[in-house]
């Protein structure tokens, strides 16, 4: 998962950046005046992808750090292992991201609604950039945030599967590893 998410958090950092260059440079050029400009075009489908991207990549966030620590208190309740360090641990990471990822998708809708706004000139402009520039220090801030905590529960699903694999071996159970080999076999 730190792969794909890095990746993809490189991918959509940058399409934001492009999204509001293009935005900035279409604005000098009054491309929301002329619906023909190719500019302001490439400005809104790059602001739209990379908005609906950053919604995805900070709902698939949320969605791992809630499965993952479901994940270690069933294994730690199955397993008889205390609540008080790894199931803590886990929900400590979700409370303290969760409140963050939100605020970053709250101001990426809010940046690309006022886009919606200034087009149709309900609202101005200033308004607009003020949220884009919001959105892309926001995000990269939180982006930040959720790789550090991903790294950290990364390690609590490693020292998680470590122990398991202790307490089988004490047993005469497979470990995770046995089982793998037993299947690929």
């Known amino acids: 998962m730190k792969r794909i998410f890095l990746v993809l958090v490189a991918l959509d950092s940058f399409a934001l950046l492009v999204a509001a260059i293009l935005g900035a440079l279409s604005k000098m050029q ?43 208190k069933e294994v730690c309740i199955a397993y008889n292992f205390p609540d ?46 003020a949220l884009a520039i919001a959105t892309l220090v926001v995000n990269l801030w939180v982006f930040q945030l959720e790789a550090r905590n991903l790294r950290t529960n990364v390690q609590i699903l490693e020292e998680v599967q470590a122990e398991v694999d202790r307490v089988r071996a004490e047993r005469g159970l497979p470990t995770n590893e046995e089982a793998l080999r037993q299947e690929n076999m």
């Open 84 to 129: 008080d360090n790894w199931p803590r641990k886990t929900r400590d990471i979700k409370r303290g991201n969760t409140p963050f990822v939100i605020l970053a998708m709250l101001i990426t809708i809010a940046a690309a609604a006022t886009g919606q706004a200034d087009q149709q000139r309900e609202w101005p402009w200033w308004i607009h950039l």
């Open 30 to 72: 009054d491309g929301v005046l002329h619906p023909e400009s190719r500019l302001y075009l490439l400005h809104f489908l790059t602001g739209l992808v990379a908005s609906l991207t950053t919604l995805f990549l900070h709902c698939l966030i949320i969605t791992y750090f809630l499965g993952t620590g479901r994940w270690v």
